[in-house]
């Protein structure tokens, strides 16, 4: 057993937005939302709140769920299309990418944003046609933590959540992983990093080839034992 696959979130780990403008966005969306009576506190896992608040206020009525949470996703993607225009590119994607690639592992992108935000930023990375998968808030999964768009994406690549890592830059995505039973590797310069599952998450301070190659021999060797 060993992995098969490389799932990477996006901003904060390929890419880096300006995240104010993504707060805009939750405060547009909270207002949108009390037009059904519904109070949704800005603080992340914020879309599974708003997932959350929706299936607990309409549950019974799929359809109606379903309208208000795609007007959720385009509020959102109104602003995520804003933030491309001043986003930062990590210097090594591309190449780190290929190289994944070249080692014969399966990549795949699983981000909170929604599908033209991911794909105008992959096109600005470069890096289309090294991707095997993209999976983001406007497939039909429910959001982080819910491992949802872990266990799709595995589904779509024949592999098992177990066979892949999940490098993400928050709580939320290693809580996200874990959910999934796929492996956790956080991008973060906080060394103090603490929640439950401390010990089953891998920690880069910097996402560089070497450090995840590293991580991905020291998984495949403790497999193997």
């Known amino acids: 057993m060993g992995v098969k696959a490389v799932i990477f979130d996006l901003d904060?780990?390929?890419i880096h937005p300006d995240f104010s403008i993504f707060k805009q966005a939750r405060y547009e969306i909270i207002d949108y939302l009390r037009n059904f009576n519904l109070e949704v506190r800005p603080e992340?896992?914020?879309?599974?709140r708003v997932y959350d608040s929706l299936m607990e206020a309409f549950g019974d009525n799929p359809s109606k769920v379903h309208v208000i949470y795609s007007n959720v996703s385009k509020i959102a993607e109104k602003y995520e299309l804003r933030a491309?225009?001043?986003?930062?590119?990590?210097s090594e994607a591309y190449y780190i990418l290929y190289q994944l690639k070249q080692k014969g592992y399966l990549v795949g992108i699983f981000s909170?944003?929604?599908r033209n935000y991911v794909?105008?930023?992959?096109?600005?990375l470069k890096c289309d046609e090294l991707v095997d998968i993209c999976v983001s808030r406007d497939d039909p999964i429910r959001p982080k933590p819910y491992p949802d768009g872990i266990y799709l994406i595995c589904k779509r690549l024949n592999i098992k959540p177990y066979e892949c890592v999940f490098i993400g830059d928050t709580i939320l995505d290693a809580q996200t992983a874990l959910n999934a039973q796929a492996i956790p590797i956080i991008v973060t310069k906080d060394n103090d990093y603490i929640f439950e599952e401390r010990e089953k998450v891998f920690l880069l301070n910097k996402l560089t080839l070497d450090s995840l190659l590293n991580i991905l021999a020291s998984i495949k060797e403790s497999a193997g034992k």
Do not use: E, R
Not at 44 to 48: A, E, G, I, T, V
Not at 84 to 90: E, G, M
Not at 119 to 124: D, G, K, N, P
């Open 84 to 90: 491309l225009k001043s986003i930062k590119l990590h």
């Open 12 to 14: 904060g780990v390929l």
């Open 119 to 124: 794909q105008h930023a992959l096109s600005l």
């Open 112 to 114: 909170l944003s929604g």
């Open 44 to 48: 992340s896992p914020f879309f599974k």
